[in-house]
């Protein structure tokens, strides 16, 4: 609401009422009551359109209601019309347009999963390459946390194209049965190609996957091609040659061809792009499955079934309960003397019994015989074992498969 006295020399109140704005529409309207001295306008129900010029109405009797706008001013009679616009002030008529527009835009990159550093880039490009071979390994040991190799970068002799080949193998080879020197303990190459040359003149080998080396682990690398690679002579093989603190270059050896015939103790020479990641994991493996298949044990409402679980399973002391009558604190339970396991087969199958609450398997960690990587299948199915054909493959549904490096 405002007010003009004596309105035109009237010596009559002019009052201007602002009843409705709506702004729900484009464009909004304002539902207005303009009163001079007694009388009174009813405000119409729809917005005036807007008219072409800046021009006011000079009607006597308006039809509809006038719009507030700085340039505008409503008309109560052509005798009346004041020689300038009535300010309306900002503070007593609210504003048409919204003042907080949510953002159709992100608010900013997504923040990168805890643990997972930047990527990183070793280099040793500058070193003094003045040997070469057909063939390079050497090994690379992992420190404070998960070491993921993105790139392998190295020098050839000469800016010829050539195809390379990239072997991957964790554990040491000099511990491999032939000492790397036996084809049979190297798996398939990562990389069969040929390497793209990058601006400053090294072969780059990009990995369709990374190759991870995890905590406190070691990985042996090869490279041969059918033209020689460039490296520098190390001191001694096995030695440590570089420390970056997130892993230990190795010194190596050089071949004359691919598996066949020692030359040399060989340092790398080149660049390495990887990331670390560092977050806390358990001593074993986390073999997750997804959320869909996520095994699920019902409560046993029969007290007097036998429970396959131990009896010095760790205790939690209680929490919220999770709407379905259960406790949703996250709990670890360690079989006793797990170091002391000297069996292995390729296939265990075991029975696991709730008791008055449902159990949810989330992780399930397992050792394996050695540390080479291998492909892992989980099968789950309620009941017991006993009850149905477990050795028919079809009579299970599959949990996970996934291909894994068993920690030994």
């Known amino acids: 609401r405002h007010s003009f006295s004596k309105w035109a020399k009237t010596n009559e109140e002019l009052v201007v009422k602002v009843v409705k704005i709506d702004t729900s529409e484009a464009p909004g309207y304002a539902d207005v009551i303009i009163a001079l001295g007694g009388a009174t306008k009813s405000p119409t129900s729809a917005p005036t359109p807007a008219p072409g010029t800046s021009s006011p109405s000079t009607s006597s009797s308006p039809s509809h209601a006038p719009i507030i706008s700085p340039s505008m001013v409503p008309s109560v009679s052509p005798s009346l019309m004041p020689s300038h616009a009535p300010i309306i002030s900002p503070s007593t008529v609210p504003s048409v347009s919204p003042t907080l527009m949510p953002s159709t835009f992100p608010s900013g990159s997504p923040s990168r999963t805890p643990g997972i550093s930047p990527t990183k880039k070793f280099s040793t490009k500058d070193k003094n390459a003045n040997q070469k071979a057909k063939g390079i390994m050497y090994q690379m040991q992992a420190e404070e946390g998960d070491v993921k190799i993105e790139k392998i970068s190295f020098k050839t002799k000469d800016d010829k194209d050539t195809e390379v080949q990239l072997y991957f193998q964790l554990g040491a080879y000099e511990s491999f049965p032939g000492g790397g020197m036996d084809s049979n303990d190297w798996e398939e190459p990562v990389f069969d190609d040929i390497p793209a040359r990058t ?16 905590k406190g682990e070691t990985a042996s690398i090869q490279i041969v091609g059918k033209k020689e690679i460039l490296y520098e002579e190390g001191d001694e093989e096995f030695s440590v040659a570089a420390d970056t603190g997130d892993f230990k270059m190795i010194t190596g050896c050089s071949t004359k061809k691919p598996f066949e015939q020692r ?77 002391d396991a000297g069996d292995n087969a390729k296939g265990i199958m075991f029975t696991i019994t709730s008791k008055s609450k449902e159990v949810r398997i989330t992780d399930l960690g397992i050792i394996g015989k050695d540390a080479k990587e291998s492909d892992l299948w989980v099968y789950y199915q309620t009941g017991y074992y006993s009850a149905f054909d477990a050795l028919n493959k079809n009579a299970w549904d599959e949990a996970l498969k996934k291909k894994v490096a068993l920690v030994p």
Do not use: Q
């Open 263 to 339: 030359l040399k103790d060989a340092d790398f020479v080149g660049e390495i792009t990887y990331h670390t990641y560092t977050a806390k994991v358990t001593s074993t493996p986390s073999l997750s499955p997804s959320s869909s298949k996520l095994p699920t044990l019902p409560p046993n409402d029969d007290s007097t079934s036998p429970s396959m679980l131990p009896s010095n399973r760790p205790s939690s002391s209680p929490s919220e309960d999770d709407g379905n009558g259960g406790d949703d604190t996250p709990k670890e339970y360690d079989t006793p003397n797990v170091n």
């Open 199 to 214: 601006s400053d003149g090294l072969r780059e080998v990009v990995l369709d996957e990374v190759l991870t080396i995890p």
